[in-house]
């Protein structure tokens, strides 16, 4: 079965046909009005999760408390509240924004790379590979790099992973759909394997950070770990979009790709890199959070095409909308108790992906 699980989008060089350009204004149109619903959503996300919680702080005392910090009038809270919001709160709501906007614009990527709906880096594997990386820097003592010692282990580990993905998954030049999900187990149940092996060795102030990793979490946010991975995820943000263009002549096939100026091996080499950056720096501080990938950039795409100029930053916009939400309802839904993130987005992530999955088979006849 080929790896095409959708169509590809429009290109400017289809020519001056005025249905096209008419299509093309209409997918602009949508696009726009898109972005500035997620952006909408994003900032309300923002300052309901910075007010809500076991100590309440109301919306208008959030917006006059950073007003006062960046100079713009406003006052300050009283000593509990300016703790609560400045130390526990908005590290957090930071730590989401770069671990959603990572994981969402690393599904993106990685469904142009793969040329598959289906491709996310927690179901193929590479979010448990870069966990093994992250629990063995752990386990292990490491800290040859202060702060950046988990995250750097995390993306060699990552990377490792997601080339030996990208090989296995390879037939014939294309990449099949059964091949890359069984990859996946086989990966998840090996790093699995190994992350146990940790465990088993560890002592148990090891096993409390490295079960933070298994399950996913925000609840250990901190302004250090935010500046520790905000280099990464920033960087990986800022190269994908110019890399929108060529998924979208890739998404026509190889060869036509090819013909039209793509340096195919060369395009797949740098975007396997900026996913194992991206989801390096996500599972660093926030462990193994799988299905955002999967879910945010498929929803994008059905709501106005698959044209990655829209669908790269789109995607990296919904999934901090995603974390940020999620994040607000791990520890609110169950309060006082706070429910493992990677839990929460697993469990609404598993039946969508089992949709998907099913969608995929009867469009395309079947898995051979």
């Known amino acids: ?26 997918v602009r149109g949508r696009a726009f009005v898109l972005t500035a619903a997620l952006a909408a959503a994003l900032l309300v ?36 509240g300016e703790s609560v919001l400045w130390n526990v709160r908005l ?22 790379v793969f040329g598959n709906p289906l491709a996310e880096p927690g179901v193929i594997g ?46 014939g030049g294309r990449t099949e759909v059964v091949t890359l999900i069984l990859t996946g187990i086989a ?25 933070f990793w298994q399950l996913g979490s925000l609840a250990q946010a901190t302004w250090p770990k935010v500046l520790a ?32 100026g793509v340096d195919v091996e060369r395009l797949r080499i740098v975007l396997v890199l900026v996913v194992a950056l991206l989801t390096a720096a996500a599972v660093a501080v926030a462990g193994i959070i799988s299905f955002v990938g ?13 044209g990655h100029r829209f669908l790269v930053p789109g995607s990296a916009l919904g999934g901090a909308l995603v974390l940020v939400a999620g994040d607000l309802a791990a520890r609110t839904v169950a309060d006082p108790a706070e429910l493992p993130l990677g839990v929460l987005t697993a469990l609404f992530g598993s039946p969508f992906f089992f949709w998907l999955l099913r969608r995929t088979r009867r469009k395309q006849g079947g898995w051979a």
């Open 187 to 211: 990966v998840n149940a090996f790093a699995g394997a190994l992350i146990g092996l940790f465990i088993f060795f560890a002592d148990n102030a090891q096993i409390t950070q490295i079960t």
């Open 45 to 80: 996300g923002c300052l309901l999760s910075a007010g809500l919680g076991a100590y309440s702080i109301p919306l208008g005392d959030v917006l006059s408390s950073v007003q006062h910090r960046i100079g713009l009038g406003g006052h300050a809270l009283d000593r509990v």
């Open 229 to 260: 991975v905000l280099p990464c995820a920033v960087l990986g943000l800022l190269v994908a979009p110019f890399y929108a263009r060529k998924l979208d002549l890739l998404a026509l096939g190889e060869r036509p790709a090819r013909h039209l």
């Open 294 to 306: 999967l879910l945010v950039p498929h929803l994008l795409r059905m709501a106005n095409g698959p």
């Open 91 to 112: 590290p957090r709501v930071v730590l989401a924004l770069l671990v959603g906007a990572s994981l969402g614009c690393a599904g993106a990527l990685m469904q142009g």
């Open 1 to 26: 079965m080929t790896a095409t699980a959708y169509d590809a989008p429009a290109t400017e060089d289809d020519g001056p046909d005025p249905g096209a350009t008419d299509t093309r204004n209409r």
């Open 126 to 171: 590479i979010s448990s590979g870069a966990a093994v990386g992250a629990v063995a820097s752990i386990a292990l003592g490491l800290n040859f790099l202060g702060n950046w010692t988990i995250t750097v282990c995390a993306f060699a580990a990552g990377l490792a992973t997601v080339l030996l993905v990208y090989t296995l998954s390879r037939s």
